[in-house]
């Protein structure tokens, strides 16, 4: 399908060269006012393909060459395939100036970036995921994982640049030890209103938890907070470093319970629930980040229990963020014509798990080639 749009966005061309070169883990950038911008974007149900067909080069170039032939081929299909094509072959500065290009038109081609965005969804290998190290778990100071971080910024919410993880391509994290006295805690026992992802054209770097005004919001995992303030269109915001790596965001408090550099524990009430900053209504927008980039909080978070769906998980790195899959995952690649309820059974599991576990909803559209978390391994 194309959506007709009245000038370009040259942010959102940006997305588009991040989901073409999703591969090429170099570096990281900002979207519209500051905000980290996830890279997998779909624009409704517009495909080049039908069926979910998955195309090698040479079936792309027999298919290429087939409706050349037609005296009445679509000339934007043929254009939006001869794009498909010469960007799977091309460097990264090439696919910028492509893109660029691509939103000076009237109608820009959304099913040519569908197609592209969903043929880049890939998850580390086993192999990876075995051979990845964990990073390292900083107890000990007055300001956790420095070594990573290279900062402690007290002043700005989003303090990080693309250069902190420019260099990064994996990262395995371990989120608690029950040795050391680490655990997790749900921030508050609420039901879930929006998912991480794109939502009104914008990037949603987190989830939304439906609360009561006033009602105790807690720490994730312990750490130390780093920023308690009022920012922007966050409202009333606490923002925490964690020993494990991560650092966790609670937005639209109705009131602050903690101070710049206290140590907190999980579990720790930091704050009440409200409805500062850019809200609708009261609730808690809850965002996970390592080194400033935001991760789906669903892909190791169980909201129905409370608990973790797993206490290590791997970062994947994407020009834009990070995506996170456990580590003991067993995973499942869509083959034609398969749906959920099929692969729920096939792994004895149910289709409400493979959601939680993919951070995917009941009507999400599967993709050939797409792989999918369906279980942990039980031998791990």
Known sequence: MSTPIKSPLPWLAAVMATVLCSLTLTSAGQGPAGE???????????????????LSDDALSCLWDSLCSLPDASEDRLRDLALFRRIRGMKEND???????????????????????????TAPTQDEMEHSHPV????????????????WDVSNANAYGPELSAGDSMAHLILTKEMDGCGMALPVP???????????????????????????????????VRFANSFGSYGRLVVIRHFNGLETYYAHLHRIKVGIGMEVDAGTVI???????????????????????????LRFLDLSSGALTTNEFVLKRTRWSFVAFPRDANTHVVQRGEHLQAIADRYGTSVDDLCSLNGIGRRTRLSVGQELVVGRDKDQ
């Open 95 to 121: 696919v910028s100036t492509l893109v660029d290009s691509l939103f000076a038109l009237d109608d820009v081609p959304y099913a040519l970036i569908n197609e592209v965005a969903l043929s880049a969804r």
């Open 36 to 54: 980290v911008v996830e890279a997998t974007v779909l624009y409704g149900d517009g495909r080049l393909f039908e069926d979910d067909l998955y």
């Open 190 to 224: 609420g039901v879930l209103t929006s998912r991480f992802g794109w939502r009104n054209g914008r990037a949603h770097n987190g989830i939304d938890l439906d609360l009561r005004t006033g009602e105790p919001v807690r720490a994730m995992f312990p750490g130390v």
């Open 271 to 297: 704050g009440t629930g409200g409805n500062t900053g850019r809200s609708t209504g009261p609730h808690l927008h809850l965002e996970v980040r390592f080194k400033g980039l935001p991760i789906d909080p």
């Open 136 to 151: 390292g778990w900083s107890v000990d100071g007055a300001i956790p994982c420095h070594d990573l971080y290279k900062t």
